[in-house]
């Protein structure tokens, strides 16, 4: 939350243009930002944008409608941020259940489709009739054949429930004072997520917040440091916030000023503090491990 005489100085930090787009929280309509723009400029595509449900974001609302019309919606602006990426951008749009058909759809349009990662959303309610909702997708595509994918960035480690061993030793497994784990390859079934929560120092108001730790993954896979990231709905700053404390430069647009503000504060606290929750000694924890809990 932003405490009093916070919001004034901060506003005056707000860009509201696109001539300087190198790390810089830039309000306003993205539909029209976007076409500002540089070319070819961009190393990685986050779009976290409005799923097709009925939703207020600050100032802003979302409507839904039907699947042939959010594809159209998404087509609009997807088309405007093609020009912007290099050759070896990747690309990364959320959705959930309902929307997820009309993201691959619009997104093979213009990118080649490489996967798609579904992670554990914790919270939610449950329902009376139907399954509780408790997973979201990430659409992953690239440009072209030849982008980053940083395998060894991206590990994570894993508790070792039944240990194996070769001649008394551990086989793939490491033995600790704090338990036995294993250093395991990344899937695109992530449950290894938390959701920010009230005493997380990076928890918002912000109705939709993306972890931290979901954004760290997805910038150390691909991308390298100094790379450029574009965020077109970023929200309370996520993105920015993450490629701030790993190295890499950030546009991020967003059209509610509160929101604004809030990832403007954010960047500061990631001046002194560029620990991310789950992400410790170059490694992704499981939930509940001793390493989750450390800083990185």
Same mark, same amino acid.
């Given at each position: 939350m932003?405490?009093? &005489?916070?919001a @004034?100085r901060?506003?005056?930090?707000?860009n509201s243009?696109?001539r300087? %787009?190198? $790390?810089v929280?830039?309000?306003?309509d993205a539909f #029209?930002?976007?076409?500002?723009?540089p070319?070819a400029?961009?190393?990685l595509?986050?779009?976290?944008p409005p799923?097709?449900? =009925?939703?207020?974001?600050g100032?802003? $609302?979302f409507?839904?409608? =039907?699947?042939?019309?959010?594809e159209a919606?998404?087509?609009?602006w997807?088309?405007?941020c093609?020009?912007?990426?290099k050759?070896t951008?990747? %690309?990364?749009?959320?959705?959930?259940?309902?929307?997820?058909?009309a993201i691959?759809?619009? &997104?093979?349009?213009?990118?080649?489709l490489?996967?798609?990662?579904?992670w554990?959303r914790e919270?939610?309610?449950?329902a009376?009739? /139907?399954?509780? /909702?408790?997973?979201e997708?990430?659409?992953?595509?690239?440009?072209?054949?030849?982008y980053?994918f940083?395998?060894d960035?991206?590990?994570?480690?894993r508790k070792?429930?039944?240990?194996?061993?070769?001649?008394?030793e551990p086989?793939?497994?490491d033995k600790?004072e704090?338990g036995n +784990?294993?250093?395991?390859h990344?899937?695109n079934?992530?449950t290894?997520?938390?959701v920010?929560?009230?005493s997380?120092p990076? $928890?918002?108001?912000h109705p939709?917040?993306?972890?931290?730790k979901?954004?760290? @993954?997805?910038i150390?896979a691909?991308?390298?440091?100094?790379?450029?990231?574009?965020?077109? +709905?970023?929200?309370?700053?996520?993105t920015?916030?993450?490629?701030k404390k790993?190295?890499?430069?950030f546009t991020?647009?967003?059209a509610?000023?509160?929101?604004?503000?809030?990832?403007?504060?954010r960047?500061?606290m990631?001046?002194?503090?560029?620990?991310?929750?789950g992400f410790t000694?170059? %490694?992704?924890?499981e939930?509940?491990t001793?390493g989750? #809990?450390?800083?990185?």
């Open positions: 932003l405490r009093a &005489g916070e @004034k901060l506003r005056k930090q707000l243009g696109a300087n %787009v190198k $790390n929280v830039i309000r306003g #029209q930002l976007l076409t500002k723009l070319t400029k961009f190393d595509l986050f779009a976290d799923y097709n449900l =009925t939703k207020s974001f100032a802003e $609302n409507r839904e409608t =039907t699947d042939e019309a959010y919606w998404l087509d609009s997807l088309r405007l093609v020009p912007l990426l050759p951008a990747s %690309v990364y749009i959320c959705g959930d259940w309902r929307s997820s058909s691959q759809y619009a &997104g093979s349009k213009y990118f080649k490489q996967n798609r990662i579904t554990e919270k939610g309610r449950g009376k009739r /139907n399954w509780k /909702n408790s997973a997708d990430i659409w992953f595509f690239t440009v072209s054949d030849d980053t940083d395998l960035a991206v590990k994570i480690k070792v429930l039944a240990p194996y061993t070769a001649n008394g086989k793939d497994w600790s704090t +784990f294993r250093t395991t990344p899937s079934m992530w290894d997520i938390s920010p929560f009230w997380m990076e $928890n918002t108001d939709t917040q993306k972890p931290e979901l954004l760290a @993954k997805l150390l691909s991308t390298n440091e100094n790379d450029a990231v574009l965020d077109p +709905f970023a929200g309370s700053g996520t920015a916030v993450v490629a790993l190295g890499r430069s991020a647009i967003e509610d000023e509160h929101y604004c503000l809030l990832a403007l504060k960047l500061e990631a001046e002194k503090d560029k620990s991310i929750q000694d170059g %490694v992704f924890w939930r509940n001793l989750n #809990q450390r800083k990185r």
